[in-house]
């Protein structure tokens, strides 16, 4: 079975900037929970989708954003990119809805410049 | 080698000895821990996990003891190898989807 992907691996944007991140869970899975992991803060918690509905979200402002799709994957999106925004953005899908074991994707590594 | 205190970050080891890599958890109300290792350039891989009602649980050469009464995590790995070097992170679970993490300790084991 695969693991959980996500697109792309790495970016590279400016301030100001928007970008879009995908994440496809493992199939089956219909909980998708975003992570963003930096050196000074460690990892956070984002958000996290249970059959298309955002059911917990982190302490981020509102420029982080995120949906689930009928298929289970997901996409992030973070608008007017910020220096600080630099991180490795993980993400985990589990099985159900009260599953509590997360499988981790590679991560997208994103840079803003 | 064993790490001294809840916040050392760093933990090195001869191969072939044990290793005790130790976190402290926030809330009390968390009933789901999790031991994660991440490898440079990976995700979080799943190590072993406790619900709140063990106090230890054993896996392959990883044994994770848990201590409610003053919120601490230990993470025990027996004859440690080259391949275990990694950051370590806990994770608590306080409703399904949301997992509260450590700062992450690495381990640096040495041939």
């Known amino acids: 079975k695969a693991g959980v992907t996500q697109t792309p691996r790495y970016l590279i944007k400016t301030r100001g900037q928007q970008v879009t991140l995908s994440c496809s869970p493992i199939?089956?899975?219909?909980?998708v929970s975003w992570y963003q992991q930096t050196p000074g803060q460690g990892l956070q918690f984002l958000f996290e989708y249970f059959s298309e509905t955002q059911r917990n979200k982190g302490n981020f402002p509102g420029r982080f954003s995120g949906r689930q799709f009928s298929n289970s994957r997901s996409e992030m999106n973070v608008s007017t990119l910020e220096l600080g925004d630099s991180a490795l953005y993980l993400c985990?899908?589990?099985?159900?809805?009260?599953?509590?074991?997360?499988?981790f994707g590679p991560g997208t590594r994103l840079t803003v410049l | 080698g064993e790490s001294v205190g809840l916040h050392l970050p760093t933990l090195s080891v001869q191969e072939g000895d044990n290793s005790i890599i130790n976190c402290a958890y926030s809330?009390?109300?968390?009933?789901?821990f999790i031991w994660y290792k991440q490898e440079s350039g990976k995700g979080p891989q799943f190590i072993i996990d406790i619900r709140s009602n063990m106090d230890k649980r054993q896996g392959q050469r990883v044994t994770v003891l848990l201590n409610k009464t003053v919120k601490h995590l230990s993470l025990q790995i027996a004859a440690t190898q080259p391949g275990d070097s990694a950051v370590y992170f806990c994770a608590e679970n306080i409703r399904g989807g949301k997992l509260i993490f450590g700062q992450g300790t690495e381990l640096s084991v040495k041939p």
């Open positions: 985990a899908s589990s099985l159900a809805e009260w599953e509590n074991e997360q499988f």
């Open positions: 809330n009390s109300a968390s009933d789901y």
């Open positions: 199939s089956g899975h219909r909980s």
